[in-house]
């Protein structure tokens, strides 16, 4: 699986966009990004996944970049249950996923 | 609802008492699998299982079982619980284990070994 970097924490304010960037520079062609999101000890949650495209669903967005290195998860309007640990990983499938230590997003009001 | 569960929510015990920790998925997902997550070493996989009689190892088998007998069920054994085995552990089921399957994840494991 390819090694990812996120940056430990970030801040954003109630109502704005949260852009959440991952290195992830040694992915190879095959390997999806998932993003994965944990509240406080809760289980972890499922955000939105993509191999080359970008991505939309209800929760969020993706735009990987075309040299697939990088990757930005965009919640829209950030509210304060978004206050949360979001993971990305790079894996060929869905049955291993090696989480890391992620990125603590914090929304103040 | 579609969910997972795991029992006990909350488990203290003493060295080498024998304990089981249940997980049960009502979504009929072949797929189902153990976590472990420890301050700053984030998840780490126990073991998952493809389907049922099929088990496989993760990154750290050591020091625990699990049994796949029926599709929805996928307990996680401790023969001789050590206070290193001490941690949050989580259960996640998925329909196959492919790519661009939702895993879901149950509520959590905290489990005290003294």
């Known amino acids: 699986d390819a090694k990812t970097t996120q940056p430990t924490s970030m801040d954003c304010a109630e109502g704005r966009a949260a852009n959440l960037p991952c290195n992830h520079s040694t992915i190879s062609g095959n390997e999806y990004v998932y993003w994965y999101r944990q509240i406080h000890s809760q289980g972890p949650q499922y955000i939105i996944h993509g191999l080359k495209n970008n991505e939309t669903n209800e929760m969020a967005s993706l735009i990987i970049t075309e040299d697939r290195k990088s990757s930005t998860l965009i919640l829209p309007h950030a509210t304060l249950r978004d206050t949360a640990v979001y993971y990305c990983i790079g894996s060929y499938s869905n049955y291993k996923l090696t989480f890391g230590k992620g990125t603590l997003l914090t929304v103040n009001p | 609802e579609a969910q997972v569960t795991q029992n006990p929510r909350y488990l203290i015990t003493v060295t080498g008492k024998k304990l089981t920790v249940t997980c049960s998925q009502n979504m009929n997902h072949e797929y189902m699998s153990w976590y472990r997550q420890d301050p700053g070493l984030g998840l780490r996989q126990i073991y998952y299982?493809?389907?049922?009689?099929?088990?496989d190892k993760g990154d750290v088998p050591e020091g625990y079982k699990v049994s796949r007998k029926e599709k929805r069920n996928f307990p996680l054994i401790l023969e001789s619980p050590s206070p290193n085995q001490t941690s949050l552990y989580f259960c996640?089921?998925?329909?196959?284990?492919?790519?661009?399957?939702?895993?879901?994840f149950g509520p959590g494991t905290r489990l005290l070994v003294l």
């Open positions: 996640a089921s998925s329909l196959q284990g492919t790519e661009g399957e939702t895993q879901y």
């Open positions: 299982s493809m389907n049922v009689e099929v088990t």
